[in-house]
């Protein structure tokens, strides 16, 4: 009973069978065939070594989501070169609340505000980086999976006597608190006011004021090497002493998360405005660089992510098992019509229809044997 319950169940499972087997004495190997199966699996070969290349590629991926850190601080990191002394000009912030944020982390060194040849070449090498972002937005992507964590770059020192040197690089970093806030650079040190503050601006000459800069850097957050900023890279040059620059920024609250990196930081978007500063004619302010920012209420969530294993085994079958199968329904049809073309397409049942009649007339005009023919 045993022996035929095994049977039966090895009986059903052949007869459940979906991969037949054909003899090798009934297949038929054809040069036509050949040729398609070579363009098959080269086709195959490519495609899977191409799918491999997608395999390895990340992508970044944007959520967006409320920020609820209030507490904590916004550092602001700041590189940037006036043309004027540094015991002319002064830096500070002040946000919305009133409240002055000293400047202790910043540090005035007397430069030159020419560059050297060599610097001249790196300014305009990230000159070029920033329009091409302006007009191919996917190479933030690309500059994002190439950040690394680590100190940024050290600029190199002047080797100018400190006599000759007319203009003032302002760099170093400040905490203020996450409120808009406006972090400018005008004539005269910051003093300390009931009601704000005050710049000491008297005691500077109109004649000195010039406030043509360079933005080497500028950004909020933490320090990521790679990351190229909106203002880097900047160069305004003025004709006339009482100048004012204006930047209206938009801050938002940015974590990245990479393989290689994982940061709070920050991206923003800016708007710049100029004006000459003439009392006589209406238009009145301060000379100086104001920077007038602002924090988006919304976080960013920056991922990268990578194909799962499992993804990429599904692609590759179907890669193949679509190859396979349209090859061989071309081929099929290539055949077929070739048949039709050449005339030598014929079908078994036409051709007995066709050979029946003949069969009957030749049976018909056969003689029939009579006495005679059998009696001679």
């Not at 099929?332 to 005339?343: A, E, K, Q, R």
């Amino acid at each position: 009973m045993r022996r035929l319950t095994k049977k039966k169940a090895l009986t059903l499972v052949k007869e459940l069978d979906a991969f037949p087997k054909v003899p090798e004495s009934y297949v038929e190997s054809t040069a036509s065939g050949g040729t398609v199966s070579l363009i098959a699996f080269t086709l195959m070969a490519v495609l899977a070594f191409l799918e491999f290349f997608v395999y390895r590629n990340t992508w970044m991926r944007y959520e967006y989501e409320v920020d609820k850190d209030f507490s904590s601080k916004l550092k602001i990191n700041i590189d940037i070169t006036v043309a004027m002394r540094c015991q002319y000009i002064g830096a500070d912030v002040l946000d919305l609340a009133e409240t002055m944020v000293a400047s202790d982390g910043l540090k005035y060194e007397p430069v030159n505000f020419e560059l050297s040849p060599h610097q001249k070449l790196w300014h305009m090498t990230l000159l070029h980086i920033q329009e091409r972002l302006r007009v191919e937005h996917a190479l933030q992507d690309v500059l994002f999976k190439a950040a690394i964590k680590g100190a940024p770059p050290v600029q190199p020192q002047s080797e100018d006597s400190s006599t000759s040197l007319s203009a003032c690089r302002i760099h170093g970093h400040l905490y203020v608190n996450k409120v808009a806030g406006n972090f400018h650079i005008t004539v005269g040190k910051s003093i300390p006011h009931p009601r704000g503050h005050a710049h000491l601006a008297a005691l500077v000459s109109h004649d000195s004021y010039n406030f043509s800069h360079r933005i080497d850097h500028l950004s909020f957050g933490e320090t990521i090497p790679g990351i190229i900023n909106p203002l880097d890279g900047t160069e305004k040059v003025s004709a006339d002493a009482n100048h004012m620059f204006q930047y209206f920024i938009t801050i938002v609250p940015t974590k990245l998360d990479t393989y290689k990196i994982s940061a709070n930081t920050n991206q923003y978007s800016v708007t710049e405005r100029e004006r000459v500063i003439n009392h006589a004619a209406g238009s009145h302010g301060v000379s100086g660089i104001f920077m007038k920012y602002d924090i988006s209420s919304l976080m960013v969530r920056v991922t990268e992510q990578h194909m799962p294993l499992w993804q990429f085994l599904v692609r590759l079958c179907g890669i193949i098992g679509g190859i396979f199968s349209t090859t061989g329904m071309l081929h099929g049809m290539v055949g077929f019509l070739v048949d039709v073309v050449c005339c030598r397409f014929q079908l078994g049942i036409y051709r007995h229809l066709k050979e029946a009649p003949l069969n009957v007339q030749e049976n018909s005009e056969s003689p029939v044997p009579t006495e005679n023919d059998s009696q001679q």
